[in-house]
């Protein structure tokens, strides 16, 4: 027996005395729970009692888990068992029969069809005492049958072409769009909060995300519903999109943003174009898509005068 057994699933109040020595039951095993009683001698367990004097006559919490991590008194890693409705399905007592100790429930594996069980069993109880900065290690004389064989390898070619960087490298994530462009536009990472159209999304939604995307280093796209003055004026990254419908587009606009992005077609229905509900297209919406309010924003799936040789 390498690890405790679980009497029980919560604390058990006792009243101890001051200045009285007590041994605490370390095992699990004591039949006069928290107390031991010398059972850990008889399986032998390799586990023996806490000895400790009471600095005081009062009620105290006695750990029944065996996982608090202040000895003997219980410190709440009861609640982090596993969820059972008979303690004694837990703890395998005096019904017989019943599902193990807790040992055994976190000792189980490996098999055949998850192999690695015992392993995982093993970080879950937190035996990492043999584990390296960069996860499991072995010394020589590992058994033939825990050896990798060739079919375990995966070789991954990506870093046998480049060399890996140290931990502490610095990392460069940044992504220049038009490097040879008279003014290149920067961004912080390489993502953009993507092509979301003023009407699909509310005013206060497309603000934040403008103004998310500038604390992030990057940018954000207008979609097809026209420029939205405030988000454009809280990004500095600012993409403004022509699209099919061409909702609210103007040249001059450009002057006011960082990119273009032009969409040829509708990437998330492919084959259409959107369609925002008249019932949506109401106030600041009709205003910057420049429509009657109540028309439905219907967007061709094609641009109408776009035409190749």
Avoid at 2 to 22: C, F, I, L, R, T
Avoid at 125 to 153: C, I, N, S, Y
Avoid at 176 to 183: E, I, M
Wanted: neutral net charge.
């Amino acid at each position: 027996m390498s690890y405790p057994k679980v009497a029980d699933n919560k604390p058990k109040m006792v009243q101890v005395e001051e200045g009285k020595e007590y041994h605490y039951c370390r095992c699990g095993l004591s039949k006069n729970q928290p107390w031991c009683d010398g059972s850990h001698a008889k399986e032998p367990t390799g586990i023996t009692p806490l000895a400790f004097k009471a600095e005081a006559t009062e009620q105290k919490a006695f750990c029944m888990c065996r996982k608090s991590k202040n000895q003997p008194f219980c410190d709440g890693s009861h609640r982090h068992l596993p969820a059972v409705t008979d303690i004694e399905d837990l703890v395998g007592g005096a019904k017989g029969g019943g599902g193990g100790d807790f040992a055994e429930l976190m000792n189980a594996g490996p098999t055949k069809e998850e192999p690695t069980l015992g392993a995982v069993k093993a970080l879950a109880r937190g035996d990492t005492q043999k584990m390296g900065h960069h996860g499991e290690m072995g010394a020589m004389g590992v058994p033939l049958v825990d050896l990798p064989r060739w079919d375990d390898l995966q070789l991954v070619v990506a870093q046998l072409a480049t060399k890996p960087l140290m931990d502490d490298a610095p990392v460069d994530t940044s992504v220049v769009l038009g490097p040879r462009a008279k003014k290149p536009l920067k961004f912080a990472v390489p993502i953009i909060i993507s092509d979301m159209s003023f009407g699909a999304l509310s005013e206060e939604a497309k603000t934040c995300l403008a103004r998310g995307a500038e604390m992030a280093g990057t940018g954000i796209c207008s979609g097809e519903g026209g420029m939205l003055p405030e988000e454009q004026q809280a990004n500095s990254r600012y993409l403004y999109e022509l699209a099919s419908a061409k909702f609210g587009f103007h040249l001059e606009n450009m002057r006011k943003v960082q990119a273009f992005h032009f969409k040829g077609g509708q990437g998330a229905k492919t084959g259409t174009g959107g369609h925002l509900p008249g019932n949506k297209v109401v106030g600041k919406i009709a205003q910057v898509r420049e429509l009657k309010e109540g028309q439905s924003a219907v967007s061709p799936p094609t641009f109408s005068d776009l035409k190749t040789p």
